[in-house]
């Protein structure tokens, strides 16, 4: 049994090595681009894994232009929240969703150069200015800071003499944010910052977004969103030309995968858009394949298309932008393929390419034309809802009041106008 002893305790110990994490002091939160989701998330993250391990601090380095307020909003809730301390350092800029970003730590330090503020709302509404303007200030107040101050960051009705004058959208120096006590104070760099409040560039845990989180941030660029889609457009488009599946189609659907996949794991696009893009898409092939003509079908399929698209955007400006860009580069393309996309089966069934002269038995003559009312024949060609029909052994073109017809079905001739022949099926 004693010899068992040891053997017990070195087990013990290394379990405890491997439960029990190395103790870290500060734990390093960048906060930087656009705001989104995809920093949401992240930060949410890293700041529970500093919770979990009881860090000394959480510093989050700020450097953004703004984004989503929604999201500023969760990664606000998040510091206000959390249960280790917590430093916002604007390290650049820290405007619009940054600055209530920035309001949120229980301590804020800014570098010389940085500015904070300029929190304008978009679309600028009074029900949107006065929810934010009310987020910003009650952040504020909360760190003991000037509310009045973070409302003028937000809404131009806002006057501060000396400060902010009304119709100006106030942004701060950090000279000037320190003064006002927005600030808690004025740091070289962050290797400063750590040096006041006694640590080291050793203590730091410095968190990263993972790479699926870099990758979903990167579909989500405009540029690429652009380019996703039309590719995913120009994919099945040029799917619709072949015969079965194939490469075109698989390319296309990866891309439109990626669109929306990107848009999902930041958080601008929920299933109900996958949903609704995939139904317009099925509503769309539906209207090309199966229903003749072109009616309320292919019109709910591309408004489903094109609003699911819409929606997966933070606003409705960019959203537009994208998919200009988007379908003129699909264009552009279809006609520098266009002289071979003519020559595609599909095309034959779409295009009517036979010559209609007398030595082939066809026959144009509107005098004759008016004594086929009444009469039979069969269609030789699919009607869409045009095509060829024979009568008497002489064949001539023809139309339907929208009816679909296969080739080989037998018709009757309603109407003659002029040279226009309109057909109905015989029902059996």
């Known amino acids: 049994m004693k010899r068992k002893i040891p053997k017990v305790i070195l087990s013990v110990i290394i379990s405890l090595m491997v439960v029990i994490p190395a103790f870290a002091d500060v734990?390093?939160?960048?906060?930087k681009g656009d705001i989104d989701f995809g920093v949401a998330g992240f930060v949410g993250r890293a700041l529970k894994e500093a919770e979990r391990y009881k860090a000394d601090v959480a510093i989050f380095e700020i450097d953004t232009l703004g984004g989503r307020v929604d999201a500023a909003l969760?990664?606000?809730?998040s510091i206000m929240n959390a249960t280790v301390p917590t430093i916002t350092f604007v390290s650049g800029r820290a405007w619009s969703a940054g600055a209530l970003i920035a309001l949120s730590g229980e301590e804020l330090y800014m570098v010389k150069s940085s500015s904070i503020g300029s929190a304008e709302t978009i679309p600028k509404e009074e029900k949107t200015i006065s929810a934010v303007r009310r987020e910003f200030k009650a952040t504020a107040e909360a760190r003991g800071k000037d509310g009045r101050i973070a409302e003028a960051?937000?809404?131009?009705?806002v006057e501060i003499p000396d400060l902010s004058p009304k119709g100006k959208i106030l942004n701060l120096t950090a000279i000037e944010a320190t003064e006002v006590k927005i600030s808690d104070g004025i740091v070289v760099n962050l290797n400063?910052?750590?040096e006041q409040k006694g640590f080291t560039h050793e203590d730091i845990v410095n968190k990263q977004p993972s790479g699926a989180e870099k990758f979903a941030r990167f579909l989500t660029d405009p540029v690429v969103s652009s380019l996703l889609l039309t590719i995913g457009f120009l994919g099945i488009i040029l799917e619709f030309f072949t015969a079965g599946w194939g490469a075109a189609g698989t390319v296309g659907i990866i891309s439109l995968a990626l669109f929306f996949g990107g848009r999902y794991l930041t958080g601008l696009a929920g299933l109900e858009n996958v949903v609704l893009f995939i139904a317009g898409l099925i509503f769309l092939i539906l209207e090309i394949f199966v229903i003749p003509g072109f009616g309320i079908v292919g019109i709910l399929g591309i408004a489903g298309i094109f609003t699911?698209?819409?929606?997966?955007?933070?606003n409705f400006a960019q959203a537009i932008w994208?998919?200009?860009a988007a379908i003129a580069l699909t264009a552009l393309a279809i006609k520098l393929l266009w002289k071979r996309l003519k020559k595609a089966p599909i095309m034959k069934k779409i295009i009517l390419e036979a010559s209609l002269d007398d030595q082939k038995g066809y026959s144009a003559s509107s005098n004759k034309l008016k004594e086929l009312e009444g009469k039979d024949g069969i269609t030789v060609t699919v009607m869409r809802p045009s095509g060829m029909v024979e009568i008497e052994s002489r064949r001539y073109s023809a139309q339907t009041d929208g009816e679909f017809l296969e080739k080989g079905i037998?018709?009757?001739v309603v109407e003659v106008q002029g040279n226009r022949i309109v057909v109905e099926s015989i029902k059996e």
């Open 27 to 31: 734990y390093l939160i960048p906060i």
């Open 308 to 314: 699911s698209i819409v929606l997966s955007f933070e």
């Open 322 to 324: 994208v998919l200009v």
């Open 74 to 77: 969760e990664i606000r809730d």
């Open 153 to 157: 960051m937000v809404d131009s009705d």
């Open 410 to 412: 037998r018709v009757r």
């Open 192 to 194: 400063d910052l750590l």
